[in-house]
Structure formats: structure tokens, C-alpha cells
């Protein structure tokens, strides 16, 4: 397969993923929409056209990691890992409800293919890094990508996790930076700035950083991510400049964190979303 088609058929992934985020989410009536829309694109590189993975055997040793420390992107996950095979998409419709094995934060002792329960903030970063250092000891060529949002990088968990991983020459972690802009209290510039960046802060301590001025645009990801697999001896940071909300008419306009929309927006939402894969799949 050339390299046209390759980005044809993730922009279609993409397009996939982010209709049934809104799907599950709108099964609940109401959650994070924001934060799960901006990753889709993300999503879909990794999962299609970049990890190892074996849907049919969630655990096998030498799979590549997924961690999403921001652990409120959940349900973009669920559209993910349905879509590729773990389970009936059609069960992630349960999100949060009695029983279910879709939680608001993923929970890797519940949902088939989360490698490693998030939630707290930071925590997932910190995650990764061990399960990092751990798959190098064990001579495992298998790598470890982690998602951490721009306002989750307020925590200070992060950056001890930063530089642990520039310590330990971690160059099978891939962090990817959802700098969507906004967090839970407003605009991340507002609410806690991050100076110079966050790129020139994983750069001091020591990371190969990346930064993409799209990071919706599914192949300058891929190209990004395909570029970090040469680097020796240093961990890899992608800060990722999205659009929170993207795709979700009720959410992206105002970059809400969380929603709770009408049932006439849900079904406006959904409908431009089907219109907007009906075109990726058109494309030439």
C-alpha cells in the first residue's frame, strides 16, 4: 500500500473514531466531548498505522503500549479499541452506566486493551515511564506511547516523570501533548501559563520534541511518529497543537471541557459527523 492510501484510510479512521466518541458519550447524555474529539486523529495513527497489536490477544508481551494519562479522554479510547477489533463497539454504548465495563477513566482490569488504569492527573505519565523502563530491561523491542493533556501538564508528576525517563535513556517512550489550549477552569494561558512552552520544557529536560502547528492533520502525525522510531538514547515528546472539541458542533465552537447538550443537539452532532466520514470516504 503507498503512502496516499495509508493517509486515505487513517483520515477515515479518524472520521470513524470520532463519530462513535460522540456516539458512546451521547449513550450517557452527558461527559468530557472536548478532550476526546481533539484526539481522535492522534488515535487513529497510533492504532492504525503505527503500534503492534493484537485485538484478538489484548496482553500479548510483545505488543506496543498505550497510556491515557488524560484519563478523561476515555471514551475516545472506547471508540478506538471497538473499532479495531477488542470488543463489540456496540458495548462501549454502557459508558458509566450500572455495570459497566466502560468507566469514565479507562481501567485496565475492566475494558480489553487498556494497558494501564488512569484517572488522577500525572499518573498516567509516571505509568508509562515504568512500563517503559520495564520493557527495556527485559530486552523488549515493544514501545510505549502516553497521552497527556496541555492542563494535565500543570502537575508536577509530570515533569519528575520527564526527567526519570531522559535519565534511563527511555527511547521507546513517545509522549504525545494534547495542547488543545483549554483545561477544566478555562484557558490553559489563563489558568496556569506554561511559559516558554511545554515543547521547551521536555527539551530541557533532555527529550527529542517535536511540535506540530496541526495536530489534527493525520499525516503530519504519522510522519512525526515514523521520525521519532530513528531516535537513540533520548525519550520523544509530540506536542500536538488540536482543536478541542473538534468535530462536535456543540463543543468545538466553545472548547468545553465537559457537556451536557440537548437531545436535538446530540442528533445535530452525530448527523455532521456522519456527513463529515461520508466525505473522507469519498476522497481520492
Given at each position: ?95 458509566n452506566h450500572p455495570n459497566t465495563k466502560f ?182
Amino acid at each position: 500500500m503507498d503512502k496516499k492510501q495509508k493517509m486515505h484510510e487513517l483520515k477515515v479512521l479518524a472520521a470513524k473514531i470520532r463519530l462513535e466518541t460522540l456516539k458512546i458519550i451521547a449513550s450517557r447524555g452527558f461527559g468530557h466531548v472536548g478532550g476526546s474529539m481533539s484526539m481522535a486523529d492522534a488515535m487513529a495513527v497510533l492504532y492504525g498505522g503505527i503500534m503492534r497489536i493484537d485485538p484478538q490477544n489484548p496482553r500479548w508481551e510483545d505488543r506496543d503500549w498505550f497510556v491515557l494519562s488524560k484519563g478523561h479522554g476515555g471514551p475516545v479510547m472506547y471508540a478506538t479499541l471497538g473499532l479495531m477489533g477488542y470488543y463489540p463497539l456496540e458495548s462501549a454504548y454502557t459508558l458509566n452506566h450500572p455495570n459497566t465495563k466502560f468507566p469514565s477513566h479507562t481501567d485496565r482490569n475492566m475494558t480489553p486493551g487498556v494497558d494501564l488504569t488512569t484517572g488522577s492527573l500525572g499518573q498516567g505519565m509516571s505509568e508509562a515511564v515504568g512500563a517503559a523502563l520495564g520493557l527495556k530491561q527485559q530486552g523488549k523491542s515493544s514501545r510505549v506511547f502516553v497521552a497527556v493533556g496541555d492542563g494535565e501538564c500543570d502537575e508536577g508528576q509530570i515533569w519528575e516523570a520527564a526527567q526519570f525517563a531522559d535519565h534511563y535513556h527511555l527511547d521507546n517512550l513517545v509522549c504525545l501533548v494534547d495542547q488543545n489550549k483549554q483545561q477544566l477552569d478555562g484557558p490553559t494561558c489563563e489558568v496556569m501559563s506554561h511559559g516558554k512552552g511545554i515543547g521547551a520544557k521536555f527539551d530541557a529536560f533532555g527529550w527529542n520534541v517535536t511540535e506540530l502547528q496541526d495536530g489534527n492533520d493525520v499525516t503530519a502525525i504519522y510522519d512525526a511518529l515514523k521520525a521519532a522510531e530513528t531516535v537513540n538514547g533520548q525519550p520523544t515528546c509530540l506536542i500536538l497543537n488540536t482543536v478541542k472539541g473538534k468535530g462536535a458542533t456543540f463543543a468545538e465552537p466553545t472548547g468545553a471541557h465537559s457537556s451536557q447538550p440537548t437531545k436535538a443537539q446530540w442528533d445535530e452532532a452525530i448527523r455532521a459527523s456522519e456527513a463529515a466520514l461520508a466525505a473522507a470516504e469519498a476522497e481520492a
